[in-house]
């Protein structure tokens, strides 16, 4: 079952949660992939000790990550120089949901990895 660990409300790591999410379909031009390893950002720690400065803090509840390594699933309308089943790293914009098991990427924000690039 697709999930994503959400931060409910701000404070220490303990509000993280763990939460069922339906698997997001990408738009023209978007990439899913199925995220096989994510990172833990600065950004990341600071939205959820809820330390954004006044009006850039993300809605709660949110999904953190902004970087991730997966396999592409399904491309968007109009994605060239992927296909389905590549290996990619990418970087996303705040909300990208890099702590769930899925992320929707814009094409130009994904790479392909090398084959000897572990996850």
Do not use: C
């Amino acid at each position: 079952m697709p999930f994503a660990v959400e931060i409910t409300q701000t404070g220490k790591p303990d509000v993280l949660r763990e939460t069922d999410k339906a698997t997001p379909t990408p738009d023209a031009g978007e990439i899913l992939i199925r995220n096989k390893a994510g990172a833990v950002n600065f950004i990341d720690t600071i939205i959820r000790r809820g330390e954004m400065p006044e009006g850039m803090m993300p809605d709660l509840p949110h999904t953190p990550g902004v970087e991730g390594a997966g396999l592409v699933e399904v491309l968007g309308e109009g994605v060239e120089g992927f296909s389905v089943g590549d290996r990619v790293a990418w970087m996303g914009p705040i909300g990208a949901g890099g702590y769930g098991t899925h992320s929707v990427i814009a094409a130009p924000y994904v790479t392909r990895l090398a084959e000897t690039v572990d996850f």
